[in-house]
DNA sequence: TAAAAATACTCCATAGGTATTTTAT
DNA sequence: ATAAAATACCTATGGAGTATTTTTA
């Protein structure tokens, strides 16, 4: 298991659409469709179910998001921790977010990067992916 | 960055010697000096620190370690919820844990797999990670 | 039929290896 | 003289792509 494979399978949680899931972590749908059956051959248990052309979390999947999640937010505060203090970052910062990430990473998020950067005035807004998405591609 | 990074960054961070760390992770020194490399470039800062014969976490990798370690740990602990709750599996477990892993991980990891298998006699055993090592080859 | 996922195949980037050099005791 | 890390170079696995097939509203 990479961190990859949970990239792609939080993407595929969130979309519950391989081709648009593909997108928005920027590999084909093929690629996703691999590696996300290989993540499931790993853990030995099915994380989605395809079914009457439709993608659901199955009930290990479900149990593996929320934990995948979190790591992986971890990992990004982590990494907002090590950013050298950038003498005076300032300005504005919106960030679009999807319903899973504000309430898993956000505020974690928020906290380290706040205490890191007083000088930002940060603004979150919540939506679907699907219309964040649209937002991205109108710029 | 992959899990990999952060499996090799952790086994480092632990025995602050590359070729041993190397041993543990089972890559090459080699291996493990490009990949450490990778990750710092990666972050953009050291976290070692590599001065007369010695390796040591910089500040950035002692903000690091923590956060990589409860990520991995979290991934362990839903690799173990996701194991089908394999119907009654008994026995006797001995664990042996370095001091990392038994303050981050292993309660976490002992609540869960305990609620799943219960009737599994479970020990665990703290030492160092050389003296593990030893053991393990001793098999 | 469309629209989406799976599959077959191809390619090449890079993880990992061997061999060697450098550095510090 | 020795032990450990860095470096140069090579190999081959597998991530990612294109093209196609299968499946089902």
Redo the contacts between chains.
Sequence with gaps: ????H?RYFIALAERLNFTHAAAQVHVTQSTLSHQIRQLEEE???ALFQRTKRSVALTA?GE??LP??V???G??D???A????ASPELTGQLRVGTTPTFDIHVIPRAITAFTARHPAVRLTVEEDTAASISRKVLQR
């Design positions: 298991m990479e961190l990859r949970l853990l030995g248990q290990a149990l593996f934990r995948a979190h790591a992986l971890e990992l505060i982590a990494i921790l090590l950013s050298p």
